[in-house]
C-alpha cells in the first residue's frame, strides 16, 4: 500500500515539473522543512496554486506501525551518596494573625428550684390608738302633710250672640301701574317650520314686579329669514344649469401667490394635489 501512495506521489510530481515549463505554480502559504507543494486545484491569472503540507498530516503516507521491540535490561542502582551538612537555622517567622473569636457557648441548662425558706417570726403587734368623741346628731324635721284636692268648678254658659257691627267706612281709591320699563331674557324650547315655543322672565323696574311667561308663536307666513334663503337656494338652482358637467377647478395659494395646490371637481369625483 505504501508503495503504491509513493508511486502516485511520484507521478504527480512528475506531471508538475513537466507542465512546470509552461505555467508557474504560485504557493498560498509560507512552508517549513519538510514540506510538500500539493496543487489546490483553483488557478490564478493562468497559474496553479499550490499549498505547502506538512507530510506528516496525511495519513496516507504514513507506514503502519512495527512491531514493539523488547524492553531493554534495568541498570544498577549507583552508590548512595554521603548526606549533605545541616543547612543554617532559618529566620524565626513573624507571628500569624490572630484566629476570630470563637462562638459564645450555648447557654446551660436551667437549675432546679431551691427549697423554700422558713418562715420569719412575726412581728409585735402595735398599742391601738384611742378612739376618737362621737359628735352630736341633729334633728330630723317632721314631714308636712300632703293637702287635699280642691273641686272642679262648674263650666259656664255660653254667652249671647253680640249685634252686627256696623259698615265700616268706604276705603281710599287705590293707585294705579305707573309706566312698565322691563328688561327680560326668553329661552327657547322649540322652533318648527309653523311653531315656536319660548319660556321668558321679564323684570319690571318702574313697577318693582317680575314677570314669567310662557309662549308659542304660531308661523302663519314666512319669515324674512326663509324668503332670503329661498331667492338663494333659487339663484344655486339656476348657477347649476348654467354650469352643467363642467368642472370646478380650485387653486389655493399662499400670501407670496405662490400655488399650494390644486383640486378639480366633476360629476362628484375630485382629484388633486399638493405642490
Not at 152 to 164: A, L, R, S
Amino acid at each position: 500500500m505504501r508503495k503504491a501512495l509513493l508511486v502516485v506521489i511520484g507521478l504527480f510530481l512528475f506531471t508538475s515539473l513537466v507542465f512546470a515549463g509552461q505555467e508557474t505554480i504560485k504557493d498560498d502559504n509560507d512552508g517549513n522543512k519538510g514540506y510538500i507543494l500539493i496543487n489546490t486545484g483553483i488557478q490564478q491569472g493562468g497559474n496553479d496554486v499550490g499549498h505547502w503540507t506538512d507530510i506528516t498530516t496525511i495519513p496516507e503516507l504514513k507506514g503502519e506501525q512495527g512491531i514493539a521491540g523488547i524492553n531493554g535490561l534495568n541498570g544498577i542502582n549507583g552508590l548512595d551518596g554521603q548526606n549533605g551538612l545541616d543547612g543554617l537555622k532559618g529566620d524565626t517567622g513573624e507571628q500569624g494573625i490572630a484566629g476570630f473569636d470563637g462562638l459564645n457557648g450555648i447557654d446551660g441548662l436551667n437549675g432546679d428550684k431551691g427549697d423554700t425558706g422558713e418562715q420569719g417570726i412575726q412581728g409585735f403587734t402595735g398599742e391601738q390608738g384611742i378612739q376618737g368623741i362621737q359628735g352630736i346628731q341633729g334633728l330630723i324635721g317632721n314631714i308636712g302633710n300632703t293637702g287635699e284636692q280642691g273641686v272642679q268648678g262648674v263650666q259656664g254658659k255660653t254667652g249671647v250672640k253680640g249685634d252686627k257691627g256696623d259698615k265700616g267706612d268706604r276705603g281710599l281709591r287705590g293707585k294705579g301701574l305707573k309706566d312698565q320699563y322691563k328688561a327680560g331674557v326668553g329661552l327657547r324650547i322649540f322652533d318648527t317650520k309653523r311653531t315656536q315655543g319660548e319660556i321668558a322672565y321679564y323684570r319690571d323696574f318702574n313697577n318693582q314686579a317680575n314677570e314669567i311667561v310662557a309662549k308659542i308663536t304660531i308661523k302663519l307666513g314666512s319669515s324674512f329669514e326663509e324668503r332670503e334663503i329661498a331667492k338663494t337656494n333659487s339663484r344655486l338652482d339656476r348657477l347649476e344649469k348654467q354650469i352643467g358637467n363642467s368642472p370646478i377647478i380650485t387653486k389655493v395659494v399662499d400670501t407670496k401667490g405662490n400655488t399650494k395646490s390644486i383640486s378639480i371637481t366633476a360629476n362628484g369625483l375630485s382629484v388633486g394635489g399638493d405642490f
